[in-house]
C-alpha cells in the first residue's frame, strides 16, 4: 500500500466539511483554461506584501477620481504608472470580462472565469469573489515569464473600484520578503521544516514516523506557526492527525475543495513528481474565503511516503 502525508490545513477543512472597457454582457468570448502569460519587459526585484496591498489601493482609488475609461487606458498601457518592477494592474467586470491587462491586451473583452491553474484553480473566479467581498490577499500559481514560463506561486491582491468593477495585481512568492529584514518570507521556513520531517520519515519505519507525527509534543507539531504533520494512503484514508486522531480511517479521496480543487489527488501528483506546493480554497466559519499554502515532499527511501504541512494564507506577515 502506498502512503503519503498530506497538508493539515487540508484535512480539517475536509472533514469539516489578470485588460481598455468592453460591454460586460454574457457574449463575451470565453477565454481558454490555461492562463494566458504576459511577457514582461521589466526586471524583478523583492515586495513586500503591504507595498502589493498598497499599489493596488492606490490604483484603486484612481480609478475611482478619473472613471473607467480613462483608468482603463492607463491600465492597459505597458509604460504605465502602474507598471513596478513585475507588478502591474488588471481590471475585470464582476462577470469575469477583462477590461485591462498590459501585457496581454488579447485578452480584453474576453471572459476568465474558467481559467485554471496548475492545482485545478478556477483563480479568476476566485479573485473576482474576493474583490466582490471587499478585497484581500489570494494565493495561485502562474507562469513566470522571468523564469522560463514555469508555474510559480504567486500571491495576489485584489480590491473592488465600485459595484460594476475590480483591480488586482500580484507579485511571486519566490519575490515576496519580510519588510523587517529583507529576508525571503514562508517560503524557505516551511520547505526547511518538511525536509527536516522527510528526513526523519527517511531513517525509521513507517510506523514509527505516523506515531511521532501524531504526537501532540514532538518536534513536528509547531502550532506556534500552525504546522504539523499528516498522513494518508494513495486511496484517501487517513492514517494520522495528530489533532484530530479520531478522524484517522476515514476516506477523503473524492473531495473536492472550492473553485475545484481535487486535494488529495492533486497532492499525491505532486508528490509521485518529487514534490512542490499546493494551494487550495475553502470557506471559512466566518463567511470569508480562507487559502491554505501546503508543501508535499515525497520520501524517497520507500518510494510511496509523502509528507505535507503548510500555513494559511492569512498568517503570511506584512
Known sequence: ????????????????????????????????????????PVETRNYTLSELEEFVMN?????????????????NDPTSKFVDGTM????????????AQPFNQSLVGTNGLSAT?????????????????????????????????????????????????WIGSGIYLD????????TPLYLGYVKNFMTGAA??????????????????????????????????????????????PEIIGENIYDREMKYGVKSIQRAAEIARNGGGFIIYSYDGTDGTIKQNLNYVMPVEKDD????????SRDLLQY
Open 117 to 165: 491553474d496548475t492545482n485545478g484553480m478556477r483563480f479568476v473566479e476566485a479573485c473576482r469573489d474576493i474583490a466582490e467581498s471587499g478585497g484581500g490577499p489570494v494565493l495561485y500559481t502562474y507562469p513566470n515569464p522571468s523564469d522560463n514560463m514555469t508555474y510559480e506561486e504567486k500571491l495576489g491582491y485584489v480590491y473592488p473600484v465600485d459595484d460594476e468593477w
Open 199 to 244: 528526513s526523519f520519515a527517511g531513517n525509521v519505519s513507517m510506523d514509527e514516523a505516523i506515531s511521532v507525527f501524531n504526537n501532540q509534543s514532538g518536534d513536528y507539531f509547531d502550532l506556534d506557526n500552525g504546522m504539523y504533520v499528516l498522513a494518508l494512503d494513495y486511496d484517501g484514508n487517513i492514517l494520522a492527525h495528530p489533532a484530530y
Open 59 to 75: 490604483a484603486s482609488e484612481y480609478a475611482k477620481e478619473v472613471g473607467m475609461e480613462e483608468a482603463a487606458a492607463e491600465f
Open 175 to 182: 519575490d515576496l520578503v519580510d519588510k523587517a529584514n529583507g
Open 88 to 99: 502591474y494592474i488588471y481590471a475585470l467586470y464582476y462577470n469575469g470580462t477583462y477590461i
Open 1 to 40: 500500500m502506498k502512503i503519503f502525508y498530506i497538508p493539515v490545513f487540508l484535512v480539517l477543512i475536509l472533514i469539516c466539511i489578470s485588460c481598455g472597457c468592453t460591454d460586460p454582457g454574457s457574449d463575451t468570448q470565453q477565454v481558454s483554461d490555461t492562463p494566458q502569460v504576459p511577457v514582461l
Open 304 to 311: 510511496y511516503w509523502i509528507i505535507s504541512s503548510g500555513i
